[in-house]
């Protein structure tokens, strides 16, 4: 997603159970957990947007998609970039 100002956001959205990452949709944190109990690495990745299954394929569109629709035809340049599994949502999404 770009902005006028030329940077970039960088948003992400963790959906099903990952025994291994945590998200915080307030802190916009996602938390990797590697190791086993005994030794746990934690390292976490900040985000722009950190989201979770419950929001709505709706409200995710409108906070992720629709700035970068409107750059562009608000003649700006503007790139998505979605990744994730097969039956994720992103078609959909998008």
Excluded: W
Aim: aromatic fraction near 8%.
């Amino acid at each position: 997603n770009s902005h006028r100002n030329g940077t970039m956001s960088n948003q992400i959205r963790l959906r099903g159970t990952l025994p291994v990452a945590t998200a915080s949709t307030q802190d916009k944190l996602v938390t990797v957990i590697k190791g086993s109990e005994g030794r746990q690495i934690r390292t976490s990745f900040s985000f722009d947007n950190a989201f979770t299954a419950s929001l709505n394929q709706g409200d995710l569109f409108n906070t992720t998609l629709r700035p970068a629709i409107q750059d562009v035809l608000d003649e700006f340049e503007s790139t998505v970039f979605a990744y994730g599994k097969t039956g994720a949502g992103k078609t959909c999404t998008i």
